[in-house]
């Protein structure tokens, strides 16, 4: 079983900052792109940023210049660093991961809980 846990999230006033951390566990065989994706009230899931193994990121022009995207292969984890964050960036931010676990012999798509990101004066 592999399991994607999320923390970091909370109130933050526009202009602030948040770290969001993700860290995957259990029977885990290799983790190809990790992600952070952003549900917002009334509004669809979508993509923030995403880092494939080698480093390589991409992100939303939304958040493109304010949010950092890192993760680390020996923790299996994931972070997200958000500047300047704005009321729209208020969401429910699911981590996301495209894992092979040492079960199931393929690869497959892990989404945590998710944790809500407030931008509120």
């Known amino acids: 079983q592999v399991q994607l846990a999320e923390s970091g999230g909370g109130l933050v006033q526009p202009g602030g900052s948040l770290r969001l951390s993700c860290e995957a566990s259990?029977?885990?065989?290799?983790?190809?792109?990790m992600g952070w994706f952003r549900q917002a009230p009334g509004k669809q899931r979508e993509l923030v940023a995403i880092?494939?193994?080698?480093?390589?990121?991409n992100y939303a022009d939304s958040v493109q210049g304010r949010f950092t995207i890192s993760r680390d292969n020996a923790k299996n984890t994931v972070d997200l660093q958000m500047n300047s964050l704005r009321p729209e960036d208020t969401a429910v931010y699911y981590c996301?991961?495209?894992?092979?676990?040492?079960?199931?012999?393929?690869?497959?798509?892990?989404w945590g809980k998710g944790t809500l990101v407030t931008v509120s004066s």
């Open positions: 996301n991961a495209n894992i092979r676990s040492t079960v199931i012999l393929r690869w497959k798509d892990y």
């Open positions: 259990g029977s885990i065989f290799s983790i190809n792109v």
């Open positions: 880092i494939s193994s080698d480093g390589t990121t």
